[in-house]
């Protein structure tokens, strides 16, 4: 690599050591022309293979640009959109591949797209999941209502998280809103059915259930305790 102030071709390695959490190497330098010292950073070039057997590297821009266009005319920022395309960055490098199919950025784009504008988001997947009909929507479009009841039962738990939570530092509540985000990422997976259920029962009960939310038993109604008190007056 040349040095940056004088061209020269050549340098000498003063200290080399590894940076953002081992992923990358930098090493300092010092040329043996002109002796000034400059950084160079190694790292691998995370690669996304397209359909067609093409390999490029991975371009946040690219992700931007796509998620842009499923936001035209939407209240969405160029800033969201940066943050979006690092969450993206982020998941995408953290599972520790070199190379990853381009179909699997598309996946990593869909969640955080849902959270960003879910107008969006259904422009984005109906491409991107090549919708050909109105089922198709109906379907997608069920499916976020579904997480809008379980986002409502969510935020009881935030407000009793943040109550029980008074007085700790923000970085331990921002984990407990990460939880409930995950929480809520886990339900909308969920069958429709399913959320209909929980979409019917009483509101009275929605803390309880919401409480519920974090075990993988949503569907179950036994803890509800009219339910029980049915159940002994029918014994
Ligand atoms: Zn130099």
Avoid: W
């Amino acid at each position: 690599m040349h040095c940056p102030f004088c061209k020269n071709p050549d340098s000498r390695v003063i200290d080399s050591r590894t940076a953002d959490d081992g992923t990358a190497i930098r090493r300092r330098r010092s040329c043996t022309e002109c002796g000034r010292r400059f950084t160079t950073q190694e790292s691998v070039i995370l690669m996304v293979g397209k359909r067609s057997g093409v390999t490029e590297p991975f371009a946040r821009d690219k992700i931007i640009r796509g998620v842009r266009r499923a936001c035209q005319g939407r209240p969405v920022g160029e800033d969201k959109l940066a943050i979006l395309a690092q969450r993206v960055e982020d998941t995408i490098r953290a599972r520790g591949c070199a190379e990853i199919a381009s179909h699997e950025v598309g996946l990593a784009i869909l969640g955080p797209l849902r959270e960003l504008d879910e107008v969006a988001y259904l422009r984005f997947a109906s491409v991107y999941r090549g919708f050909e009909s109105l089922a198709d929507f109906e379907r997608e479009i069920s499916l976020l209502r579904a997480a809008h009841v379980d986002a409502r039962q969510s935020q009881t738990i935030e407000a009793a998280g943040s109550a029980s939570a008074k007085g700790t530092i923000d970085g331990v509540e921002g984990t407990a809103r990460d939880q409930v985000r995950n929480t809520q990422h886990t339900v909308r997976e969920a069958p429709a059915e399913t959320a209909g259920q929980t979409a019917a029962r009483p509101v009275r009960n929605s803390q309880d259930t919401a409480r519920q939310v974090p075990t993988e038993t949503v569907g179950q109604t036994a803890a509800r305790p009219d339910l029980v008190d049915v159940a002994a007056r029918v014994r």
